[in-house]
């Protein structure tokens, strides 16, 4: 149910994050809505984002007995793309629940619908996180490099799906979990069943996070 509006702390911190986090304490004061726009205030998303892609390399690994030098580039490159995609996806949501996100106390101190970021702003931010991530990308196999372009049709769909469905946790746990198979196609250089059934264990373990967060709304 929406509630009523709400207007932003003084010091531009919003509802749905923990006080006094790293972004309020030590950001310069000029970075600190795009920081909240890629929601680096709370970096449970960003875990919740590697974690499959870590699984995926080490299943890889277990399964053809090798660990190249190579394979610690992937194991980093995860890292900071999870960082990256997060924060471009979570800008992109925003963009799209502008509208929503004021009319709802929880999110209507972000800094797109309190004003602290215009449209335009969020657009270039969303831009430069998603250039840095595909030259990350770029770095990995032809294979890898075409699952990672795939990879952004669920990230697109993502912040729509509330408007069509019950189930939009099914179209975050795709885009979430996608990394499961990417980082297994970066060292494997191409896809098998075991990295699959991965993929889905992740969507169903999303399914049931992200609905228990979804009852803060209710």
Same mark, same amino acid.
């Given at each position: 149910?929406?509630?009523?509006?709400?207007?932003?702390?003084?010091?531009?911190?919003?509802?749905?994050?923990?006080?006094?986090?790293?972004?309020?304490?030590?950001?310069?004061?000029?970075?600190?809505?795009?920081?909240?726009?890629?929601?680096?205030?709370?970096?449970?998303?960003?875990?919740?984002?590697?974690?499959?892609?870590?699984?995926?390399?080490?299943?890889?690994?277990?399964?053809?007995?090798?660990?190249?030098?190579?394979?610690?580039?992937?194991?980093?490159?995860?890292?900071?793309?999870?960082?990256?995609?997060?924060?471009?996806?979570?800008?992109?949501?925003?963009?799209?629940?502008?509208?929503?996100?004021?009319?709802?106390?929880?999110? !209507?101190? /972000?800094?797109?619908?309190?004003? %602290? $970021?215009? *449209?335009?702003? =969020?657009?270039? #931010?969303?831009?430069?996180? +998603?250039?840095?991530?595909?030259?990350?990308?770029?770095?990995?196999?032809?294979?890898?490099?075409?699952?990672?372009?795939?990879?952004?049709?669920?990230?697109?769909?993502?912040?729509? !799906?509330? /408007?069509?469905?019950?189930?939009? %946790? $099914?179209? *975050?746990?795709? =885009?979430?979990? #996608?990394?499961?198979?990417? +980082?297994?196609?970066?060292?494997?250089?191409?896809?098998?069943?075991?990295?699959?059934?991965?993929?889905?264990?992740?969507?169903?373990?999303?399914?049931?996070?992200?609905?228990?967060? !979804?009852?803060?709304?209710?």
């Amino acid at each position: 149910m929406a509630k009523q509006n709400r207007l932003p702390e003084a010091n531009g911190q919003v509802a749905d994050a923990v006080p006094d986090n790293w972004v309020d304490r030590r950001a310069p004061v000029s970075t600190r809505p795009y920081l909240r726009l890629s929601r680096a205030d709370r970096p449970i998303g960003t875990w919740l984002l590697l974690i499959p892609c870590w699984w995926g390399l080490f299943l890889a690994m277990g399964a053809d007995g090798q660990a190249r030098l190579a394979d610690l580039w992937v194991f980093a490159a995860s890292a900071i793309g999870a960082f990256l995609m997060r924060g471009a996806g979570c800008t992109w949501n925003d963009i799209t629940d502008r509208e929503i996100d004021a009319q709802v106390a929880r999110t !209507a101190s /972000r800094p797109l619908p309190s004003g %602290q $970021v215009s *449209l335009r702003q =969020a657009l270039i #931010w969303m831009g430069a996180q +998603a250039a840095i991530s595909a030259l990350i990308l770029l770095t990995f196999n032809g294979a890898a490099i075409i699952a990672g372009l795939v990879a952004l049709l669920p990230v697109a769909i993502y912040p729509f !799906a509330k /408007r069509f469905t019950w189930w939009p %946790q $099914v179209f *975050l746990g795709l =885009a979430f979990n #996608w990394g499961a198979l990417l +980082a297994w196609i970066a060292h494997s250089g191409s896809l098998s069943l075991a990295p699959v059934l991965l993929y889905a264990a992740g969507i169903a373990w999303t399914l049931f996070y992200d609905t228990i967060y !979804a009852y803060q709304d209710i």
